[in-house]
């Protein structure tokens, strides 16, 4: 009986792997797909077309060439890699850590519970909600979610904090932004990601090639800064043929 549970466990893990449905959305042929030419090998991203504003953003920087060059220059085990800035492209500018550029934002296309921060997620980077208290997002900057496993318990802990937190602060109710779905709770469990970061930032895609080269990535090592030692840069991104 113990093979047999495993047996079907595997299977479903598989699938969430291979499929890259691990969201409660459908895939669909026409979602853009990107090749991310890194040093460290290629990876290649979907576009949902649920987060339309964020979509056609990052197609028309990777269109105009914006992100080739930058590097990774935020990067945090078992967490996220981050990059994007265009100021890290030349060597003058390299280390600085946060963008010198004017940034400019994109209004906030938060999907949860339906698409989240599994293993593999692109989602937006922004300021922080002292700042920025409507959630928008870079216009520039991304990151890839490399996360780790949750149980059950760890899951119902953090879903509890987050909703009454969010009631505290905000004085509503939370349950459709903070609860997370079956789906996105066996993801979590099975496979991983960082599932405290839904309902506050804007996930707008996800890897389904290449995700040996995130976990690559997101081991180097980092200065005090999450910086890492030996440059991670993107060579270029490129839009690929459906």
């Known amino acids: 009986m113990n093979n047999i549970i495993g047996l079907i466990t595997g299977v479903l893990v598989a699938l969430l792997l291979t499929g890259c449905g691990t969201s409660n959305r459908l895939a669909s042929s026409s979602e853009v797909k990107i090749n991310i030419e890194t040093t460290e090998g290629d990876i290649v991203v979907k576009l949902y077309n649920e987060t339309p504003l964020h979509r056609d953003n990052f197609l028309r920087l990777v269109k105009n060439k914006v992100y080739d060059g930058v590097i990774f220059h935020r990067v945090i085990d078992h967490f996220m890699i981050q990059g994007g800035d265009p100021d890290t492209r030349t060597t003058q500018q390299k280390n ?33 909600d002292t700042e920025n208290p409507l959630r928008a997002s870079s216009g ?32 509503q109710t939370a349950d459709s932004l903070y609860k997370f779905s079956n789906r996105a709770r066996f993801t979590y469990e099975q496979v991983g990601g960082t599932p405290h970061l839904d309902g506050n930032y804007t996930v707008f895609g996800e890897v389904i090639k290449g995700l040996e080269i995130v976990d690559k990535i997101a081991g180097v090592a980092t200065d005090k800064n999450d910086k890492p030692v030996k440059e991670v840069r993107i060579i270029k991104m490129r839009k690929l043929r459906n």
């Open 96 to 128: 600085k850590h946060k963008t010198a550029t004017p940034d400019y934002t994109i209004p906030a296309e938060i999907r949860t519970p339906a698409i989240y921060h599994k293993k593999g997620a692109l989602a937006a980077a922004r300021l922080g």
């Open 140 to 171: 520039y900057q991304f990151y890839i979610v490399k996360g780790k496993k949750f149980t059950q318990e760890d899951l119902t802990k953090m879903q509890s904090a987050k909703i009454a937190d969010f009631q505290k602060t905000v004085g």
